[in-house]
């Protein structure tokens, strides 16, 4: 019999489930037993049924800021989500809860809250979102990524801790690399990452200065689905994929330097890889901003170079690549140096902490 049980939640896209997936293998070390609610039809059920753990699916409504018809049904979703959390809690009796944020968590951890089980919740924004501005009042611990994110927390429930990182990420292989893209290896290899819907301006940006970047670099480019450009196959120097799972571990061992979008997840792997890189962050027109507050913490930290989407052009590109070139020694020193790292452990200690209070 298993030490203790635990309860885990958070859906509705991969950064409210990946960092879970980091905890699960050293949760099961430390001997807690795990079953997990989310959505029926939410990416989280799939990657989460793939590792074994017994998986509940509820109601659940989207939380939006915006207006939509489904703001008038959804909220009956939500009352029937936590009528399920409710049942499926009382039945399972977990010592303790941990939610990593999205619409399906809100009535699993109220739910939790109605039945005295102890709640660790993790933000992996500056800016809390919806879904956990709504379950602060129902937390024990809100674990924090960025330190700028203490001042969001009320009644000194946050504490800094960074984001989980999976192991696997350090078991990358370059040579695995090289062989699976095709490579000499005689190159610096530059890792283009503009999310899984790729991005417009930084794939335009990528392929009009081709030429140019493939006589100094090999360049893997993730442009998203559907984002694939058939002209470009066969060019030297040059892959394109619409998106890597498996051998992408591999791929950042071999990258000398990453282009990315401002999601935490993905800035905090680049920096517990120490790899130098540069930030696009999704802009305001197309989001609440928290990319453009994550890309200028690691900008202030030294761990990275910053271009706001609206200012990206060509120039800019090959001006910042140069500069990243010549200084990556620096930045490579500074991420080393980082604080942000070890979250797992710190995680998993607070959720430990928060069984021995309630007990």
């Known amino acids: 019999m298993s030490k203790y049980k635990i309860l885990m939640t958070g859906g509705g896209t991969g950064g409210h489930v990946i960092p879970n997936l980091a905890l699960i293998p050293r949760l099961q070390q430390e001997d807690f037993d795990i079953f997990y609610i989310g959505s029926i039809n939410g990416i989280e059920r799939k990657l989460i049924e793939e590792t074994g753990i017994k998986y509940h699916p509820i109601s659940s409504g989207k939380l939006r800021r915006y207006f939509d018809i489904k ?71 809100l674990c924090v990524t960025f330190p700028e994110s203490i001042k969001y927390v009320k009644d000194n ?16 292989n370059a040579e695995k690399a090289l062989k699976f893209l095709n490579f000499t290896g005689k190159k610096p290899v530059i890792l283009i990452m503009g999310g899984s819907l790729g991005s417009k301006v930084i794939n335009e940006s990528i392929r009009n200065n081709l ?52 999601g935490s997840n993905s800035l905090f792997e680049i920096l517990a890889l120490k790899k130098p890189n ?3 962050p999704l802009s305001r027109a197309a989001s609440r901003g928290d990319q453009i507050l994550n890309a200028a913490s690691f900008e202030k930290s030294g761990y990275s170079i910053v271009i706001q989407e609206e200012e990206l052009n060509s120039n800019i590109l090959l001006n910042k ?31 430990k902490e928060s069984i021995k209070d309630k007990r």
């Open 278 to 280: 540069i930030i696009i």
């Open 157 to 172: 429930k946050g504490v800094v801790t960074g984001t989980p990182i999976r192991e696997e990420l350090f078991k990358g």
């Open 321 to 351: 690549i140069n500069l990243l070139e010549e200084k990556k020694a620096t930045y490579i020193n500074n991420m080393r140096e980082s604080k942000l790292q070890g979250a797992i452990d710190k995680i998993v200690n607070i959720i």
């Open 211 to 262: 030429d140019l970047l493939t006589s100094r670099y090999d360049i893997v480019h993730l442009c998203g689905k559907g984002n694939l450009d058939d002209s470009l196959n066969g060019k030297q120097g040059y892959r394109q994929f619409e998106y890597i799972n498996e051998e992408l571990k591999d791929i950042m061992a071999l990258s000398s330097m990453i282009i990315t979008r401002g």
């Open 71 to 141: 703001n008038f049904t959804d909220p009956f979703k939500v009352v029937k989500g936590l009528s399920q959390a409710f049942f499926i809690i009382k039945k399972e009796k977990p010592d303790v809860v941990f939610s990593k944020g999205g619409f399906v968590a809100v009535p699993v951890v109220i739910a939790a809250s109605m039945l005295k089980i102890p709640v660790v919740a993790h933000e992996s924004d500056i800016t809390p979102g919806l879904a956990n501005k709504l379950s602060q009042p129902y937390v024990s611990k």
